[in-house]
């Protein structure tokens, strides 16, 4: 055995994370005892110090057993009206308020009041287990769901209270309680199980002693297979070989009064020989009948209550499909039911039972018996005859008939043969099997009455004609019927191209999805395709987690049952509402679209009127879940991952600006302070010459300090995206001539030469962004220009743009820098006045003229000294006042 094998089984004995363990005390009938020994291992609990709560006890009345119940705190039942009478249930939320670490529920196997969360109790057991809660609970052997026909066979009576029996196999510990039935009938008759009155009725209908003893069997045997399964994981984790399992179990179904008991009888045997199941149906393309459909649909979701699998396949051979999906599965076992339906085709291909024993190789094939219990019988409705198909029966037959009469005269009598059964052939391909043997026949009177003599008689003279219409009349029979199977083979491949198409590209569609608006956009156009059902997305508001907000399709309101239903189904991860045991009042069906971390989305379907949600809708719908939550996520992750890659960013730009700020807006503040305390200390002694150069220098400063701040409030603003764009007419040389003014005392100690063409057309624009962006420009020209260098600026139209260029005689930019000097705090030192500045005036710049739709370049200076910066503004067409 490996290790991993071993590691598993070792696991599988601990609790999962958070999960209760249940423990079930099993009996083969009322009155045994169960309930007597859940409250005594109940006290056990209790002395040891276990805080035990009693959710729901039956006592029916005894007196030992409400005894016991004595010292044991109880939880108090809740009471509903129905009908006139007044139920009481387990409170469900009240036990899970009270957390305890033990709660007995008897009767696992009942039936909840209409109105309550779950159909069934063990529903509620299941969810005490998953918040972490203990459970002894009770059950009898005639309430397993696989175990029904036979109990309705032993003791003619049909358990209506059935649950599944992966119940009982998930159970931590099962304790059968046994008795044997003379001791159970005297206590019986004792009135120790019922009142007198009810003790001679129930001996009379159920407590016999032969049924007692069947049952006492079928009781022995659950809880020896319980042991079997418990000796097999000892074995494995002592890493010793335990019973593999071998193959898998595959039952096939109709849509029959049968399924259900097959699908029973299937999930015996793969839990006696340790196997994995599945069922199976082939839709061959003969339509089933709405009683079929219904029977159909039962045996499925009741083989999904049992843990087996629902496979669903389309093909034209119902035999030949089970054996390819064996080989497939590496099945070792194919169970199916005999049939009596549709005996006239077993006339012709043998059935599907007999073809699987004939072309089986190493497959067991078992069948079981159709025999059903009298109270079962029913008349079975004929199916409606679809008149359409079996008319163009009757129009081909005519329509050969008269062909063949105009041609009689040139064709020998054999090749008029083909031409009835060409149409044979078309009615096959056009409709289905029956309409096929009706034109076969049909054809096989008219070529009979027409042609064979004596002419215009159905009386047949020479015996070889005898011969030719027999052989006539399998030829057609055999080539409607080889017709009829292509044509629903086909049909078959087609619906299966179409959902498989359907499904690829969707999911080629959410692969290009790249967030969640895209994804449900995408599964909005897709679920608008599916006739007579709603489907609508939910999604938790971001901004209050209590409400639902409806993200594709649906209402906008939903009844209460209906929230009830979508809020467990989300709490839980699992289906719940219309078609399932949780809160089914309502009219959707909700679906949680998961993750590993819990769901992202809920899918709701709901049936339109006159229409209903299948089986197969179910399973395309849990199919089509799949990629749409793998889509979510990654949408999820994406989210994610970019608003890490902003707080990366964020914290990145806080940092610089911190260390920028803090020396750059620091170095104005020292040298107005400087000349401040100056001013102060030495006010007396100072020149008047002297404290103008201090009050300028102090000015100075107090600009520079304040185009610092302008430019921090204008990159915030670029950054938030709340720069607005005040457009207006404005003339190039204002801009030009407003900026130069601003920085006069900047550009005092350069040469500036202006070069303004004449005429320029006006620029729609927002006249005080681009003027800053000019004087960002133009300072930081006149930073990197020695005293008294020419610092150029020209306007002019290049190629339907408007260029602002700026030229200095500074050290000039490097190729392999220029396209980072627009980066945010990129500064350059060139020589004694470079490596001042905040580093975003550029950054600034070019923010602003892209919010214009214009750009910067970066270019040599004249006579390639220095640097030339040009501002790039596109030209729209002018205003009326400005052409004249």
């Known amino acids: 055995m490996s290790d991993a094998n071993r590691a598993d089984a070792l696991l599988a004995q601990l609790p999962r994370h958070g999960r209760g363990r249940l423990k079930v005390f099993l009996g083969a009938a009322p009155g045994v005892g169960k309930t007597y020994a859940m409250l005594q291992a109940a006290h056990r609990q209790l002395r040891q110090g276990v805080r035990v709560l009693a959710g729901i006890v039956e006592t029916h009345g005894r007196a030992e057993t409400e005894l016991l119940l004595n010292g044991l705190a109880q939880q108090p039942l809740l009471r509903s009206q129905y009908r006139g009478m007044t139920l009481e249930e387990m409170d469900l939320d009240g036990l899970l308020a009270a957390a305890p670490a033990l709660a007995l529920v008897d009767e696992l196997a009942h039936s909840n009041a209409p109105g309550s969360r ?167 393309g003969q339509g089933l009948g709405e009683k079929a459909r219904g029977e159909l649909q039962s045996a499925q979701q009741l083989a999904e209550r049992l843990g087996g699998e629902v496979v669903s396949l389309r093909a034209g051979e119902v035999a030949r499909t089970l054996l390819q ?188 999805a790249t967030d969640r608006q895209a994804v449900l956009s995408v599964a909005s156009q897709y679920l608008e395709g599916w006739h007579g059902l709603q489907l609508c997305l939910l999604g938790r508001d971001s901004q209050d987690q209590g409400r639902w907000q409806v993200e594709v399709g649906g209402p906008l309101v939903f009844s209460e049952p209906e929230q009830a239903a979508a809020d467990w189904a989300w709490q839980h991860d699992q289906a719940a509402g219309h078609g399932t045991g949780t809160l089914p009042s309502g009219r959707w069906w909700w679906w949680p679209l998961s993750a590993e971390d819990g769901p992202l989305a809920l899918l709701g379907v709901s049936a339109m009127a006159g229409a209903e949600v299948t089986a197969q809708h179910r399973r395309l719908l849990s199919a089509l879940s799949q990629p749409l939550a793998q889509a ?15 707080h990366g960013e964020t914290e990145q730009l806080r940092s610089a600006l911190l260390a920028s700020v803090s020396h750059d807006l620091r170095t104005p503040l020292t040298a107005m302070r400087g000349s401040i305390d100056s001013l102060l200390t030495l006010d007396e002694v100072l020149s008047k010459a002297d404290r103008h150069e201090l009050l300028e220098g102090t000015r100075d400063e107090a600009e520079r300090l304040d185009r610092y701040i302008q430019n921090l409030l204008d990159m915030t603003r670029l950054g938030h995206g709340s720069l607005k764009l005040a457009r207006d007419w404005v003339a190039p040389a204002d801009i030009v001539g407003s900026a130069l003014s601003r920085l006069r005392a900047v550009l005092a100690p350069l040469q500036v030469q202006v070069h303004v063409a004449e005429p320029l057309p006006l620029l729609y624009v927002h006249a005080a962004l681009i003027e800053q962006a000019l004087v960002n420009v133009l300072e930081n020209a006149a930073r990197f220009s020695p005293v008294g260098a020419v610092l150029t600026v020209a306007a002019q139209v290049v190629e339907g743009e408007l260029c602002l260029a700026v030229g200095d005689q500074g050290p000039g930019i490097p190729e392999a820098e220029r396209s980072k000097i627009f980066d945010m705090f990129y500064t350059a030192a060139r020589g004694d006045r470079g490596g001042q500045g905040t580093g975003l005036g550029l950054a600034i710049c070019q923010g602003m003229v892209g919010a214009h739709g214009g750009r910067v370049s970066v270019t040599d200076g004249a006579g390639g000294q220095g640097t030339c910066m040009t501002l790039h503004l596109p030209l729209p067409a002018q205003p009326p006042q400005a052409i004249e």
């Open 118 to 284: 779950h159909a069934k109790r063990w529903q509620d057991v299941q969810e005490l287990l998953a918040a972490g809660i203990d459970v002894y609970t009770t059950v009898n052997v005639q309430h397993l769901e696989s175990l029904n026909d036979r109990i309705r066979g032993i003791t003619g009576v049909q358990v209506r209270e059935t649950l599944p029996d992966w119940v009982l196999q998930e159970a931590f510990e099962l304790v059968l309680i046994d008795l044997p039935p003379r001791e159970l009938l005297e206590r019986l008759r004792d009135g120790k199980v019922y009142v007198p009155e009810q003790a001679r009725a129930a001996i009379d209908a159920f407590f016999s002693q032969t049924n007692l003893t069947a049952l006492r069997e079928l009781a022995m045997q659950t809880a020896a297979a319980q042991v079997d399964s418990d000796l097999a994981q000892v074995y494995r984790q002592q890493g010793q070989a335990a019973p593999a399992l071998r193959g898998r179990l595959l039952v096939g179904v109709d849509g029959d009064a049968q399924a259900e008991r097959l699908v029973r009888h299937a999930s015996q045997v793969a839990e006696r020989r340790h196997l994995p199941w599945s069922l199976v149906h082939v839709d061959d």
């Open 325 to 512: 999906h064996a080989v497939e599965r590496r099945a070792s076992v194919v169970l199916v039911g005999q049939s009596r339906r549709r005996s006239w085709r077993r006339l012709f291909n043998g059935g599907v039972a007999p073809r699987l024993l004939r072309e089986a190789h190493g497959l067991e094939i078992s069948v079981l018996d159709s025999q059903t219990l009298p109270e079962q019988v029913q008349a079975r409705p004929p199916a409606a005859p679809r008149w359409r198909d079996y008319g163009l029966a009757l129009a081909a037959t005519l329509l050969a008939s008269a062909v063949a009469w105009g041609v009689g005269s040139v064709l020998a009598l054999p090749n008029i043969s083909l031409i009835f059964l060409m149409a044979v052939l078309l009615v096959a391909v056009r409709s289905s099997m029956g309409p096929a043997l009706a034109c076969a026949v049909s054809s096989f009177l008219a070529y009979d009455y027409l042609f064979i003599a004596p002419s215009f008689s159905l009386s047949i003279q020479r015996e070889e004609d005898v011969l030719t219409l027999v052989f006539f009349l399998l030829m057609a029979t055999l080539t409607g019927q080889l017709a009829a199977r292509q044509r629903r083979q086909l049909q078959a491949l087609r619906d299966t191209q179409e959902e498989t198409g359907a499904l690829l590209d969707l999911s080629r569609r959410l692969t290009a």
């Open 632 to 646: 979510l996520t990654r949408a999820r992750l994406a989210e994610h991952l970019e608003a890490a890659r902003l």
